[in-house]
């Protein structure tokens, strides 16, 4: 099956070059991760010639969203075996960024996943030489994992799950996975659901561990009055107005958001609204969106330069979401009115904030659910309905608080799947070193 993907991938390299070199030089992101991910850089010199150097583990997450979720494994397995044991790979511009903020304190060295080729994924072994792999959520790729094996490196897939439509996926190319699947010494999955579904495309059960979701285990974002005040003088935000974070916004989400926006302001409430896009190049399209529907939106960069008081700021940089999430009185979670799946609503959970969240949440459904039945979160479904429940929230404040205690009791009652983890992969070196 290897050789088949390497034949077809070189292929489709040779046949597609005129393409994809444009497709690089012109495109800033991929300019600058190209040769980092072709290439990988040595680690810092002075790399100790110990047990712990010698048994590296390599942890990988895919982009922003695995780089959040793996924080708290990070930190645990630093605590537990030394940072100077462990080395962090993301595969995108903005999951390196994030890592490098949230990360990189934990861990020894923080690089660049490598494209799938041969050549690349040697180079990446030669240089961290692991001596087992964790990899977050999901990143699949044959030459990788087939590498590890041939190496008899031990790999694992921790806080797996299944969406309805990788499912789908994974059921019609079933011949190609199971080989690959295999590979994994355990996978961790988050539920019951997950689990089955996994047999279904071929996972040994006595490879697979329901442990939970370790996103549960990230640590909240704590903010005083004092820091509150601040960040509300930064962000030059009107003394008293309620404030409305829309956090990891989709193309085609804003639209709606403005819509909502407008109907907020026109039943009296003079609120912020602070919009996070997911792709922060994204920043000052959505400010047009905005401005084009009568609503004035600037973007931090912009604020920071000319400061006034705003009705919308829209985030032009990563790493700030959390805090923002803290600082709100509503929290509209996107990903959700438009089919992206969804994103976490555990981060405005774990700060006790009322969340809303649209109908398309497949890739935190279980999360999205619990939240629900609790009492925790409201789904809504256009902009009339997000308009008309940021409102309720905004004026009734004993619901508010309400809603934002219920979000709060399912992230707590629900953490400890890193220690679960960290069983798992413990015991199965353990079984493996000498």
Known sequence: MVYVYNVAMG?????????????????????????????????????????????????????????????????????????????FTASTQTGVEMATRLIAPHVWAVRYFPYDTLFSVNRALNVIKPRRVVIVETDIWPNFLYRLKRCRIPVYLVNARLSDRSFRGYKRAGRLMAPL????????????????RSQAIGVPDDRLKTVGNIKFDQAPA???????????????????????????????????????????CAAGIHAVL????????????VCQI???????????SQMER??????????????????????????????????AGGHNPLEPASVAKPILFGPH???????????????????????????????????DQVDSRRV???????????????ARTLTVIDAAACRRDP
Not at 35 to 59: H, T, V
């Open 361 to 395: 949440t497949d890739d935190f459904r279980w999360i999205c659910q619990t939240l629900e039945k609790a009492g925790g979160a409201i789904r809504v479904h256009d902009a009339d309905q997000l308009a008309a429940r940021v409102v309720d929230l905004i004026v």
């Open 306 to 339: 000319l400061p006034a008081p705003i009705r919308v700021l829209v985030i032009d940089r990563i790493g700030m979401l959390r805090n923002l999430y803290a600082l709100a009185d509503v929290a509209f979670v996107g990903g959700s009115l438009v089919r």
């Open 11 to 87: 292929l489709a390299i040779f046949l597609l070059w005129p393409i994809w070199v444009p497709l690089v030089w012109n495109r800033k992101k991929r300019r600058r991760t190209f040769i980092k991910r072709l290439f990988m850089d040595a680690l810092p010199r002075g790399d100790p010639e110990s047990i712990d150097a010698r048994r590296k583990c390599w942890i990988h997450a895919l982009s922003v969203g695995e780089v959040l979720s793996a924080e708290p494994l990070v930190k645990a397995l630093a605590k537990k075996h030394g940072a100077r044991s462990l080395i």
């Open 222 to 264: 704590r903010m005083s009055i004092v820091e509150r005040n601040q960040y509300k003088e930064k962000f030059n935000l009107t003394a008293g107005a309620p404030i409305w974070v829309a956090g990891s916004t989709h193309e085609g989400e804003e639209d709606i958001l403005s819509a909502a926006y407008r109907e907020v």
């Open 404 to 418: 934002g205690r219920c979000a709060y009791g399912v992230f707590a009652k629900h953490r400890g799947a890193v």
């Open 181 to 196: 699947l295999s590979v994994f010494g355990h996978i961790c999955v988050q539920t019951d659901s997950d689990r089955l």
């Open 290 to 300: 905005f401005n084009r529907s009568g609503c004035d939106a600037v973007t931090l």
């Open 274 to 285: 602070i919009v996070a896009p997911r792709d922060p190049d994204r920043a000052e399209a």
